[in-house]
């Protein structure tokens, strides 16, 4: 989607490395999420945001932090990268509370 | 067990049939109901959208929901090759960000 753009595209990194990973949107919806996306597993919510300086976690947030300094940006850090981190990232945003998703490409991380 | 359980297939239908995709899913509070459509290394994309229960149709494609079961349902009439694509159910309750839970994805072949 032209309006959520997601950095990097592909990403190989090595095991205790720090990664983040980048969504930014031109949408200027309020709220914005991070999914994993593993086989067996579907999406996975990690962290989201309602607003600036405002996150919170998701079902799988350990070994991650976000942060949202601005409304259009909101970044995915993995603190010390694992194996079991490998996965394709998907940002998400929505303009209220009841409006369904707008996503990105996705970003896909390998951690070796 | 998962919030909202779906088959992953995967399904392969023939050309013109019609297709129905379902989930069931065990909280009570779900309020809103989607489908996604997801193209292979593609971030998913709304397809339908539905508010508690009833019936939507848009085009090819048939949304139901029925609370009283837990059970919601995707029909694609006329299915066509460019439907081939993996499809997930997500929903979420009132209340906050809209914090969707997503069933497994189910992969869908339509044969020429």
């Known amino acids: 989607d032209a309006g959520i753009t997601q950095s990097p595209r592909h990403k190989v990194t090595e095991t205790g490395t720090p990664v983040t990973l980048r969504c930014h949107q031109t949408?200027?919806?309020?709220?914005m999420y991070w999914y994993r996306q593993d086989p067996g597993h579907g999406l996975r919510l990690i962290h989201y945001s309602y607003g600036v300086k405002d996150t919170d976690k998701g079902e799988v947030s350990d070994g991650y932090s976000v942060s949202r300094s601005k409304t259009e940006d909101f970044l995915l850090t993995l603190e010390s990268a694992t194996s079991s981190q490998t996965s394709v990232y998907f940002c998400?945003?929505?303009?209220?509370?009841?409006?369904?998703?707008?996503f990105g490409s996705g970003t896909r991380l390998t951690v070796v | 067990q998962k919030e909202v359980e779906q088959d992953p297939g995967p399904l392969s239908v023939p050309e013109g049939a019609i297709v129905s995709l379902n989930c069931t899913y065990s909280n009570s509070a779900f309020q809103y109901f989607m489908w996604y459509r997801q193209y292979s290394r593609k971030g998913p994309e709304l397809l339908m959208y539905?508010?508690?229960?009833g019936n939507k149709e848009d085009g090819r494609f048939t949304a139901q929901v029925d609370k009283s079961s837990k059970y919601i349902s995707l029909f694609i009439r006329d299915s066509q090759p460019s439907d081939s694509a993996t499809y997930l159910c997500?929903?979420?309750?009132?209340?906050?960000?809209?914090?969707?839970?997503f069933g497994q994805g189910t992969r869908l072949t339509i044969n020429p």
């Open positions: 539905t508010y508690s229960s």
């Open positions: 997500a929903m979420s309750a009132l209340g906050g960000a809209q914090k969707l839970v």
């Open positions: 949408e200027n919806h309020r709220y």
């Open positions: 998400a945003t929505s303009l209220s509370e009841a409006g369904g998703y707008t």
